[in-house]
């Protein structure tokens, strides 16, 4: 493919390196961005590293679940600040690079005893992090990359390079370091954990509407627009309730181990689908599928997997399981650990199977993060199962991709 005079441009243009750092932590810059923004550069629109931090931020982003990336991005280009993408007070931070680097450093340094940890509660050592982090973003002085003073760089202040650009001195530079480090857009991540608020968000984003119910909803645009035809006389406007008008079933691994610490992440999605969908009728299982699953969460009453085979074939199957367990649980015949299931001579790859034929929309989504989707235990029947179903983590972002993937193909129907 030969090399446009277009592309030529884009890797001559300033900020290239930045533009790759922002793919990297998920945000779909292009470079039509990044010559928008040279140009923008051109015509005197950058003054200050704030004026930049605006630019960038309006040229390359634009979804507010990237805006905390973007952010992040920003922040550790310019000023040399590594924020992890987790919330305060999330023991995820105990995973990442930048907790790990911070808190050799901070041994090395003596700042905290060569046994912290073993001798420190994971608690202590995350409010330890995220107050030095909070000094950083609140009396930060100039990174070693691009920001600085003096010297021969095209960006700083104070500098002797000619024709850059002046970030920061005189002009009130910093405002943009304090407002990355209020973390506003934390929540939006579709790498943040799950909460009642975004989980609501996510699953709204299902478009198959209709009105359910009695005229109780107030449509407030409409009023406006009545009333101020009738010259001021106020016209209240209702109409029903918008309900999702899929039908959906929702299966849910229940009583093994493996699934105990994702417990309060199921209770919530439980809840919030029960809000948000008219038609929904949940399901149990143990470990997987075979040829009969529960109506209630004992697994006392039973129901034939064979009738849910003859549902409509339209009908959302969301699965939520760990995907992990023996192996012959999966492949082989009488596979089932719970004893119920001595006359079903099929493995539960079977059901499955059937299951994906079946239903044209179905999604599994898995508590365990994606990054240890590869673990020991459980790596075989986890890619197995991935084989059939569509996976997603319990995530917000797992959650948007679960409701696109079961939206996204209704004009096919």
Sequence with gaps: MPVTSEDKKAYNALFVDFLYLLRE???????KDLLELNTGIEKGLVDTIDDLFIFMRLTFVRRVEHMDAFERAFALYFYDIDIPPVAEGDLALLRTKAFRDWLNRAIEKGELPARAKWDMTPEELMRKFWERLKEQTEEHHGGNKWIGTHGNSPFGH????EGGIRVGGGAGGGTALK???DRRYISYSDKTVLRSDNLRQALDAMKHLKHVGADSDLNLPETIRRTSKNGGEIDLVFERELRDKMKLVLLIDNGGYSMTPYIDLTRLLFS?????????DTYYFHNCIYDRIWIDQRRIRSYDTA????RRADTRIVILGDATMAPEELMSPFGSITGFD???SHPAIYWLNKIDKHFKYSCWLNPIPRERWGGDYGAFTLKR???LFHMED??????????????DKTGHE
């Design 385 to 387: 199962i991935r084989e």
């Design 179 to 181: 407002v990355i480090g």
């Design 25 to 31: 932590y998920d945000v779909p810059a292009s470079l």
């Design 342 to 344: 001595l006359n079903d």
């Design 307 to 310: 009738k849910l085979l003859q």
């Design 394 to 407: 319990l995530t917000l972002g797992g959650v948007k991709g679960m409701v696109e993937f079961l939206s």
């Design 158 to 161: 104070s500098g002797n390079a």
């Design 272 to 280: 919030k689908i029960h809000e948000r969908f008219d038609e929904i």
